[in-house]
């Protein structure tokens, strides 16, 4: 990125003590906590036998993928045309794209990636589309893999009926242009469970589908090279029925409130720190028991308003913050006879939902200690 187009930070990079010195609100990363996020997952995934395809729209950060992939990862996984543009043209190889592509202009925007991308994969769950996705390929001039995207419990995409899955894995073997890979069996709904053992249940319940079909499917003669699904939240479950080939984990790269309640793994409750968090500046002190900061829900998401941010630093011990306005935030103290923030104090909070957070902002600030070492965009900020 040329110098310039890093935002009204830029000129604190390097500087010691930068950290304390950044304009508010700004979405910040603790690199060392990131990095070591990183370096856990892909542990336990070589430990336990499967890839971890690190899902690219949760940063939509060309940086961050280069270090999960480097890390071991396969290429990312994608929710939008515009991340897989972004990811191809940083030179991505093994990209997913989890969602249909349908329309006639996505379609040819597909095929035009697919010209120039190295081992694209998509997901399908209708007949249509993998006739639609067919004439995309050969039009592009180079075969798209294809997997059948599977229903898991959650009600969004997927087919959840077993022959219908077997027959739409042949058709996408007898159509020019496309290379069968094998299916996608997302099961998101249950993630945030907090209780592991409840999770667990859940979780191997819901995960019996995508082992019936991928049985089904090596008996007809269809072994399925990828079986992708799982995440964050059933990182140390997903292994256990040894189904999945790979997982689609995200947020332990980053973060937030939603993951970090969560127990993650019976013998260790809390395996990723969080790295992603939004500095935020005092404003008002004028009433006594709480102080307004510039972070509202313009600045922090708070996944439809059934959460708030928790406080990292900053405040006193025992305050809670609550977004109360599009750019005001509230810090209500414990004890308001003896609790206080000044006018100009800042708190780190970190967001209930780290996606949602990141599309509010353009950079990322990149800490390591209390040192601003380097801002990165939100490459794939777009969302088309």
Known sequence: METGDRGPNESLIGVPGSR???????LVVDVDIMDANIAEMARHATSHGYEVRPVGKIHKSIEITRRQVEAGGRGPCCATLAEVEVMV???????????SVVTAPKLDRLAEINARAEGLIVCADHAANVIQL??????????????????????????????????????IVDTEGLEYSGVQGYTGHHMNTVDFEARRSRGLDVLEPVVRVTERLRAEGLDPEIVSGGGTGTHDIDHELGVFT????????????????????????????????????????????????DAG??????????????????????AVYEVVGDDMGKVTFADPGRDRLEVGDVVEILPP????????????????????VDIWPVDAYDNW
């Open 246 to 293: 790979e997982i689609q984990a995200g947020t332990y790269v980053l973060m937030d409130t939603n993951y970090y309640n969560v127990v993650q793994r019976r013998d260790d409750p809390s395996p990723f720190g969080p790295a992603l968090f939004v500095r935020t500046t005092v404003i008002s002190n004028c009433q006594p028991g709480f102080a307004i900061t």
């Open 134 to 171: 067919g004439e995309a390929a050969r039009r592009s001039g180079r075969p798209i893999k294809v997997l059948v995207d599977l229903e898991t419990g959650s009600y969004r995409t997927g087919i959840a009926d077993e022959d219908e899955a077997v027959a739409l894995a042949r058709l």
């Open 20 to 26: 304390h010195q950044l304009g508010t609100p700004s």
């Open 353 to 372: 939902h780290c996606y949602q957070t990141i599309v509010l902002y353009r950079y990322f600030h990149v800490v390591s200690g209390d040192t601003l």
């Open 89 to 99: 043209g940083a030179g991505f190889s093994d990209v997913m794209l989890f969602t």
């Open 297 to 318: 829900i313009k600045e922090v998401d708070v996944i439809f308003g059934i959460d708030n941010p928790a406080i990292l630093r900053g405040a006193p011990p025992g």
